[in-house]
């Protein structure tokens, strides 16, 4: 059955694109109300009041998540909105993934295209779910009333038991499903106070745990077709190369490949499993076109990139007169700050199962940006959007990686799938190297900082110079999203620093598209870098001061009390105002850095263990979050120890290189994750708060670098202003 989706028109894109990356709240979204159905077959849903909610006469809620579940807790935490609104026992909820339909299943801060990213699957969803929620129970009741002939006002439900104490009669949600099913939808609802939750704010078991956990969860590469043939690709070493010859008999050779078909990035090999198809793919002799190849070095990017920044840029702050502060200042403080193209490594490399026939085209994978990739899909197909049917299974990390608006494995699939004339269905394979050295990466990037103090030591001026790629450049977004020059992204973090400098101006060099590595956002996009920078800087600008870090960041936000709040929280449960117990060797230190992104203030202190060889060990990470109201505070501290983990392996050693235009690594061997034994103690603090619930997938990445190497600075002295920090204690 397909569903018939409105026209998403390009505003739409750019607001879905603003969403995913800043987190920015866009007026005019909606979502359409589905009226009640009435069918039941052994079980399935006898009452669907709206997109969100299925109840059927076994008992089951199902709950339909829009969001994608990529290991960071959507589906536990939209299910806990649905399950608190409606008073259903946890135990009798689950969880399916919602098709791709942008009327009925938009991200509510994307406008009308649906997607995940930007942190905003429980912000868009907070309001939303619930009501789903309370509808749903308000026809119960009714139904209740209706056969029990009471008062709506005496039914009451607990742990998905309706009752009704007079009388003394109950009844379960799939005795009245079909009941209810007959019941008017509710025009409007009454929501919860807070202080009557029974699951919001509380622990409850994640509904993806068990599935995963047991090998019963469907991820892309568990899904297996009629006829299905597996591709794998032959990708250019170069970004820009092309296919210039191929000679395809050691592949066909290799007993099982069955297809070998030239598509605009590479060729593909096809066989019936994943390694015969590899084994061909390896067998291949591909010449390479590299005429229109990109051949620079990371050291080539960075030499010119400072020389960009040697020059103005485009303004994206202005307050007072930097310049003119700075100008004759012999005293002023300047500081570069370097940070290397990173590749997202998810655990679960790129993949893709598509068939097409004269119905459209289906796919599943796991689904990041469902409008984008129909949209695109579509287009290559020459179908209508709504002949795209998106199945959306569970995705094994992605952290951006999925939501690329040039749908380039999805396309590439379609390719192949068209080259074949679409006569079996076929998955797609990248294997972690295919990744690596042929996809999409967190750009590169060089900020050139200098400040002034005043004679008490706070900084009267602030210059910030950022050199780096568009991740919009060339896509949907940039027409709405670069304005005046300034890619949104590449300055957010930094265009809103909170610290009280009356003197700040920022300033952006978006590079030339000659450098032709594919960029993309990557977990906490433009705060990867400028919350480094800055943080870093402002450390060195307190410790110039003969300050206080934490003292010095707190006199400075008296405009910003979250910011302030988690702050002072990280920094009480760390002890800031007592000293470290001395090493048994070596010397040891902390430091502490603070970062709003996607509406979420995090602050993090860290403790360091320096050897005298330079080695070191990250002791203790205290985390102090301020997210609106917790939904489900288990999930907010996994969300944060894992950016915590995430930004840390990033931080030690990740780094994409190039070296005349091929990437240097190729797996976890060269660009390492971060390991068990690396992992240290973290203490997450969650504020109490009454606002709406902000974002907890991304916030938690940005602060942990520039905290460890301001601990670093504690211990041994000694700045690190270039990530990743390697050997460079040791040299």
């Known amino acids: 059955m397909t569903t018939r989706i409105e026209n998403v028109s390009r505003r739409d894109f750019l607001k879905a694109g603003a969403g995913l990356t800043l987190g920015l709240v866009l007026p005019g979204a909606h979502s359409a109300r589905a009226a009640a159905v009435t069918e039941a077959h052994d079980g399935e849903a006898a009452f669907a009041p709206n997109a969100f909610v299925r109840i059927g006469t076994d008992n089951r809620v199902t709950v339909i998540a829009k969001h994608l579940e990529m290991g ?21 909820v689950a969880v399916e993934g919602a098709p791709a339909d942008a009327k009925r299943y938009n991200n509510l801060l994307f406008g009308t295209a649906q997607g995940t990213g930007g942190s905003t699957a429980i912000a868009n969803s907070f309001e939303q779910m619930r009501q789903a929620g309370a509808s749903a129970r308000a026809m119960l009741v009714q139904a209740a009333a209706a056969r029990w002939k009471v008062p709506a006002g005496e039914i009451r439900i607990k742990s998905g038991v309706v009752s009704h104490a007079k009388s003394g009669r109950k009844a379960s949600f799939g005795e009245l499903s079909e009941a ?69 008999r050691a592949a066909r050779a290799v007993a099982g ?122 287009s290559f197909f020459n179908l209508r959007p709504e002949q795209v049917k998106l199945n959306m299974l569970f995705a094994g990390g992605s952290f951006g990686r999925r939501a690329n608006p040039a749908a380039d494995y999805l396309l590439e699939t379609a390719q192949i799938v068209k080259a074949i004339r679409g006569e079996a269905p076929v998955k797609l394979v990248w294997s ?87 960029v993309l956002w990557w977990r906490s996009v433009g705060s990867t870098h400028t919350a ?5 800087f402002l450390d060195e600008l307190a410790t110039a001061a003969g300050a206080d870090p934490v003292a010095y960041r707190l006199d400075l936000l008296g405009a910003h009390p979250r910011h302030a709040g988690v702050l002072k929280l990280a920094a009480d449960k760390a002890g800031w105002s007592k000293p470290l117990a001395p090493a048994k060797t070596g010397t040891r230190g902390r430091g502490v850095a603070v970062h709003e992104s996607f509406r979420s203030y995090v602050a993090q202190v860290v403790e360091v263990t320096v050897a005298p060889d330079g080695s070191f060990k990250v002791d203790r990470v205290v985390c102090a979050v301020d997210c609106g109201i917790a939904v489900n505070p288990d999930v907010i501290r996994a969300q944060m120890e894992g950016g915590i983990g ?5 931080a030690l050693a990740g780094a994409i290189t190039l070296k005349d ?32 619930p902000t974002g907890v997938g991304e916030p938690g990445v940005p602060p942990i670098a520039p905290a460890l190497v301001n601990a670093l600075f504690a211990a041994t002295g000694k700045r690190i202003r270039t990530l990743p920090i390697g050997e460079q204690l040791k040299a």
Not at 266 to 273: F, P
Not at 532 to 536: D, G, L, P
Not at 664 to 682: G, K, T, W
């Open 532 to 536: 480094f920078a800055a943080e870093v």
């Open 180 to 248: 209810a099913a007959k019941q008017p939808v509710p025009q409007e609802v009454r929501l919860k106070d807070p202080k009557d939750f029974t699951l919001i704010g509380r622990h409850v078991p994640r509904k993806d745990s068990v599935v995963k956990t047991t090998g019963r969860a469907q991820f892309t590469q568990d899904v297996k077709l009629p006829g299905m043939l597996v591709a794998v690709v032959a990708h250019p070493p170069r970004f820009g190369a092309t296919v210039r010859t191929v000679d395809e």
């Open 661 to 692: 235009g091929v990437v240097e690594q190729s797996n976890f061997h060269d660009y390492p994750i971060l390991r068990i034994d690396q992992m240290p103690n973290v203490e997450v603090h969650i504020v109490p708060s009454a606002e709406k």
């Open 646 to 650: 995430f930004g840390l392996a990033a």
């Open 72 to 92: 960071q807790g959507t589906y536990t935490g939209l299910a806990t909105l649905v399950a608190e609104e409606l008073d259903a026992d946890w135990a009798q």
């Open 432 to 518: 972690r190297e295919d990744d690596m050295r042929a996809g999409y990466y967190r750009p590169l990037y060089l900020h050139r900082l200098r400040a002034a103090l005043d004679a008490q030591g706070k900084p009267l001026a602030w210059s910030q110079r950022i050199v780096g790629q568009s991740i919009l450049a060339g896509t949907p977004f940039e027409s709405g999203m670069v304005k005046d020059g300034v890619d949104a992204t590449s300055v957010e973090g930094a265009a809103n620093l909170p610290y009280a400098i009356p003197n700040l101006q920022v300033e952006l060099h978006t590079t030339s598209k000659d450098v032709k590595v594919p």
């Open 257 to 378: 490949v069955l297809r070998v078909v030239t598509i605009p990035r590479g060729v593909a090999v096809l066989a019936h499993d994943y390694w015969t198809a590899k084994k061909g793919r390896d067998a291949l002799q591909v010449e390479w076109d590299d005429s229109a190849a990109y051949r620079g070095s990371s050291e080539q990017i960075f030499a010119d990139y400072r020389q960009l920044a040697a020059t103005p840029g485009v303004v994206a702050r202005r307050d007072g007169d930097a310049d003119k502060a700075l100008a004759g200042d012999t005293n002023a403080l300047e500081a570069e700050y370097t940070l290397p193209y990173l590749a997202h490594a998810p655990m679960e490399p790129l993949n893709c199962v598509m068939r097409v026939d004269a119905q459209g085209c289906e796919v599943w994978n796991g689904e990041q940006l469902q409008t984008s990739d129909q949209y695109n899909l579509a």
